[in-house]
Structures are given as C-alpha cells and as structure tokens.
C-alpha cells in the first residue's frame, strides 16, 4: 500500500486546521480597532496567502509518495506559520485565544509518515536516487 494518500490526507487536515485559524482570526480581529492598523492587516494578508498556497498546491500534487512528501513538507510549514499568527493577533481575545489551543492540538496530530522520511525521500527523489537504493543517512 502505497503512502502518498495518507501523507496527503495529513497534510489536507493540517491546511483545514490553518484555514480555520485564519477564519477565526479574521472574525476576532474584521470590525476591531485593530482591523484599522497595518500590522494585523499584513498578517491576515499572508495568513490568507499562505491557505490559497496551500489548498492549490494540494489540489494539482500528484498521487506519488515523492509529490506528497513534498506537498506535506510546505504544507506542515506553513500551517505553522498561519496558526502562530492567528496566535499573535489574538492573543489578548480570550475566545479566540482558546479556539486556537484546540486548533494548535489539531496542527500536532502525528503524521503517517516522519518529516525526516519524508524530507529523505523528496530530496532523494529530486536528486534522482532510487530510495531504497542507498543506506538511509549516509
């Protein structure tokens, strides 16, 4: 059985988990004072970049294990990215401050594969080195 599935559907679940901390960022910060000031503007503008990346990439990977360790590894980055900032905007917002624990939880969900593997594997592949071929860490 092949891993590219789970490895995608991981990373899936992780840009789900980005997009909703930007949705609650959004709905905590839109209508505020702080919706008027350059800083949370320009957080929000990357947090939404970073999903719309997120979800086109996922939507044109391949279903190879290289394309979606490759897929996975952006993605595990940059949901990181979008759920710190969602943290910082809302850190003096209860409410919000307390969705994003729960989505933070969600984000460390293991993965069906390590970052390491898939790391490996994506370089290898790039590399043009069959994966089983070499000893792992040489």
């Given at each position: 059985?092949?891993?590219?599935?789970?490895?995608?559907d991981h990373a899936a679940a992780q840009a789900?988990?980005?997009?909703?901390?930007y949705a609650t960022a959004v709905r905590c910060v839109?209508?505020?004072?702080?919706?008027?000031?350059?800083?949370?503007q320009f957080a929000v503008a990357g947090m939404r970049a970073?999903?719309?990346t997120m979800t086109a990439l996922?939507?044109?990977?391949?279903?190879?294990?290289?394309a979606a360790c490759t897929a996975a590894i952006f993605v595990d980055e940059a949901a990181e990215r979008v759920v710190a900032a969602a943290e910082r905007l809302l850190?003096?917002?209860?409410?919000?401050?307390?969705?994003?624990v729960e989505l933070r939880?969600?984000?460390?969900?293991?993965?069906?594969?390590?970052?390491?593997?898939?790391?490996?594997l994506a370089g290898k592949a790039a590399l043009g080195i069959e994966f089983d071929a070499t000893p792992r860490w040489l």
């Open positions: 059985m092949s891993l590219s599935g789970p490895v995608l789900r988990v980005a997009r909703e901390a839109a209508g505020g004072p702080a919706a008027r000031l350059p800083g949370p970073a999903c719309d996922l939507d044109r990977t391949p279903d190879t294990l290289a850190a003096h917002d209860p409410e919000g401050a307390a969705r994003l939880r969600d984000l460390r969900v293991t993965p069906p594969m390590s970052d390491d593997r898939c790391r490996e």
